[in-house]
């Protein structure tokens, strides 16, 4: 593509000069250059060649090459889709925390005039490959293309991230675009989708995925070809029926070729006050500047926090957070060589568990030390623990985690602020959602409110190849500056260039002279990675696998309650309990007394987790309670009970989003109505940031019952965030 007239607009409003494509950073401001780089969606897009421009009017995207577009002015908001227009891309909104797989809406296109007028969508951050001149760009291989020549446990970590993503997209009703070879990228160890596709009338099924990946059986490594065929015919014949089975399965297989995966893992962490700020309110484990190897440490375990609360507060409320999670993952950490067999699911709850105690003991001091409203101390938290191929991520707030290979960087967190919870709930476009008031405040932190009313976001990654992950404060991340800086600065850590030393250095020297507004704190944990393909053959075995692994049909995907790399999940206080399916005296019989005391064992294993770890909205693996139980306790409505929104609801005519509060001040007969009574409810300010004002709301019993799942019933004996 030639254009040597086309130029690249500033963003920066007070500048917007115009610069070569080939610039990082304006000549006039140094202000730096994003590249959006957009995929065109419609396989009928054929507008202009490469590098004419288009716009509505405005010159705006250049055409890099056949549905790939480039925003020469991303200084300016995107045309934003109608609001009765949402419906079409909501899968994409939903499906925000996935975006590690999934491209995002950047917004649309209208071109032509009249009644010709099509509109386009726009989707961002698409598998494309570009070149050091920026004007090519071309998409990343497919998977059916790059799939032979893969290394056995890179083959199976694929399907493993299909499997993965089967529910969600189900869910969505966007299950079929796993099921196209053509949308099925890769960039690297990343299976990434070029957009969605949305289902028929029938949704797919597992037996349909079965089926597909028998398509890659010819030319998967031998010595797991047999365990792949397995899996597929038990797919096709019904025997795994779910994804939660599926992955189990699928988690075999890694752990068998992890033994032939020698991997080095080092973890160094620093922190800075910055030029600007007088103290320090940060926080991170291990203490700044220690250097950590696993091996021969045993330990392995990476903690960022950013403290919240004015003087002595944030400062106070970051080391409580620190020192309590290292108590409660002592254990953990403490695996010995690695112990591949643990339960994910499980760990998981571990971690979420962890960050729940440390919430509740700076809530406890907030409570002692008398701090209401914006006196209460709180911190955000991100960590990081790696067990053998495996690393899980946890966090709270808006510290972050970014995932940087020799291909990509990428932010593996969604920040719990409210522009990210209004793209989650499909209320708004990111860019949209960025132009609000008050878009990057925080809709949690640790420390603000019991754990009732706290989702942590728990996330395990496989890794087969050398990588960085690097958690940091927003003093670093503010601005894009990892996004910028990631190949000249963490990228040589990746091909021996550098330390890991280094590299902190350099990245808290750009928080401070490129931001400077705050502290900054940053934990990398890099990973060297040896794999050698194993001499035996591994194979499938399902036999071990609960009954009771997923309570539902993978066919059916509205009742998706259990999803294993849980993306939002919320911590329920002790009383708040799962019952779990009870067990006929007879199975016990029958499977004899070594599989009744292994099963006795897990039981009480999970008894012991508390609080109880539930799948919560507002993402789409919500586990309600069926529409009779709800009835049954609407009819005991009583003052001082809670109802809780488990998605957005409509109220009198006003929208509530989820996760909002309101407590019944009152409930009486109206004689008006057929004694049919109303009832009145107040809105807990606390539970909901981002509504500002306390409201009371009045309607009839019968608008409650016609909510029926999309609301829970708290009675006054239970914890509440309106308390």
Request: with cysteine; charged share 20%.
């Amino acid at each position: 593509m030639e254009n040597d007239a086309v130029t690249l607009c500033c963003p920066n409003e007070y500048c917007q000069s115009a610069n070569p494509l080939t610039h990082k950073f304006c000549q006039q401001c140094s202000t730096p250059l994003p590249k959006r780089y957009l995929w065109a969606v419609g396989n009928d897009f054929n507008f202009g060649h490469p590098g004419s421009i288009l716009g509505d009017g405005s010159n705006r995207y250049l055409v890099i090459n056949k549905s790939i577009l480039l925003d020469i002015k991303p200084g300016l908001l995107p045309q934003i889709p109608e609001l009765d227009d949402l419906e079409k891309i909501r899968p994409y909104l939903k499906l925000i925390p996935y975006r590690l797989h999934i491209p995002q809406v950047y917004g649309i296109l209208n071109l032509g005039n009249g009644q010709s007028k099509t509109e386009i969508l726009l989707l961002e951050r698409p598998p494309l490959i570009t070149d050091a001149t920026i004007t090519q760009a071309n998409l990343c291989s497919s998977l059916d293309t790059v799939w032979s020549a893969a290394s056995s446990i890179r083959q199976i970590h694929w399907l493993w991230q299909l499997a993965n993503l089967w529910q969600p997209l189900a869910i969505e009703g966007v299950g079929s675009s796993l099921l196209d070879s053509y949308l099925l990228r890769v960039e690297g160890v990343l299976i990434r989708l070029l957009e969605l596709r949305f289902d028929g009338e029938t949704p797919p099924t597992l037996s349909q995925l079965g089926e597909f990946w028998l398509k890659l059986l010819k030319n998967a490594k031998p010595n797991i070809a047999p365990f792949i065929q397995q899996v597929c015919e038990f797919l096709i014949q019904g025997e795994i029926n779910s994804s939660e089975q599926l992955i189990k399965v699928l988690d075999q297989g890694l752990n068998q070729l992890e033994k032939s995966q020698t991997t080095t893992i080092k973890i160094y962490t620093k922190t800075d006050s910055g030029p600007s700020r007088p103290r320090n309110e940060d926080a991170c484990y291990p203490a700044a500047d220690t250097l950590i190897t696993k091996p021969p440490q045993h330990n392995a375990l990476a903690v960022v926090c950013d403290g919240i609360g004015g003087h002595e507060g944030g400062n106070v409320a970051s080391n409580l957070a620190i020192e309590t999670i290292q108590q409660q993952i002592k254990e953990l950490t403490s695996v010995p060589k690695d112990n591949i067999d643990i339960d994910p699911s499980l760990l998981l709850s571990d971690l979420e568990r962890a960050v729940a105690t440390a919430n509740d003991k700076i809530s406890q001091r907030n409570d002692s030390e008398h701090r209401q409203g914006r006196q209460r101390m709180g911190t955000t938290i991100v960590m990081a623990l790696p067990i053998a191929h495996e690393i899980y991520i946890t966090h709270v707030g808006d510290s972050r985690a970014y995932w940087i290979t020799r291909h990509s960087c990428h932010q593996v967190t969604l920040d719990d602020d409210v522009a990210s919870r209004e793209v989650r709930l499909g209320y708004a476009l990111y860019r949209e959602a960025l132009q609000h008031s008050g878009s990057g405040s925080l809709v949690q932190a640790l420390g603000m409110s019991k754990s009732t009313s706290l989702h942590p976001t728990s996330q395990r990654f496989i890794i087969d190849e050398d990588a960085v992950f690097l958690l940091t404060s927003d003093g670093l991340s503010d601005f894009d500056r990892v996004e910028e800086s990631w190949e000249t600065e963490i990228l040589p850590l990746l091909s021996g260039k550098t330390s890991i030393e280094n590299v902190a250095q350099r990245l808290i020297e750009i928080a401070n002279t490129k931001n400077g507004h705050d502290n900054v704190t940053i934990a990398l944990v890099h990973y060297n990675v040896k794999y050698s393909e194993p001499d035996i053959r591994i194979t499938a075995d399902i036999s071990h696998l609960l009954a009771d692994t997923e309570l539902y049909s993978s066919d059916d995907p509205n009742n998706g309650e259990s999803f294993i790399n849980n993306q939002k999940t919320q911590v329920i206080s002790e009383n708040k309990t799962i019952k779990l399916p009870q067990i006929p005296l007879q199975l016990f019989v029958i499977l004899g007394l070594t599989l009744l005391s292994g099963l006795l064992g897990y039981w009480f294993k999970l008894q012991l987790k508390s609080p109880t770890i539930i799948i919560s909205s507002p993402t789409p693996f919500s586990s309600q309670p069926p529409p009779s139980a709800i009835q049954r306790t609407l009819d005991n409505l009583s003052p001082n009970w809670v109802i809780q929104a488990n998605s957005s609801i409509t109220l009198n005519k006003q929208p509530f989003p989820a996760e909002s509060f309101f407590q019944v001040i009152e409930k009486k007969t109206n004689p008006n109505n057929g004694n049919n009574p109303d009832v009145r409810l107040r809105l807990c300010e606390k539970s909901n940031p981002a509504l500002e004002t306390s409201q009371i709301v009045q309607l009839n019993f019968s608008e409650l019952q016609d909510l029926g799942k999309d609301i829970s019933i708290l009675q006054s004996n239970q914890p509440s965030p309106c308390e």
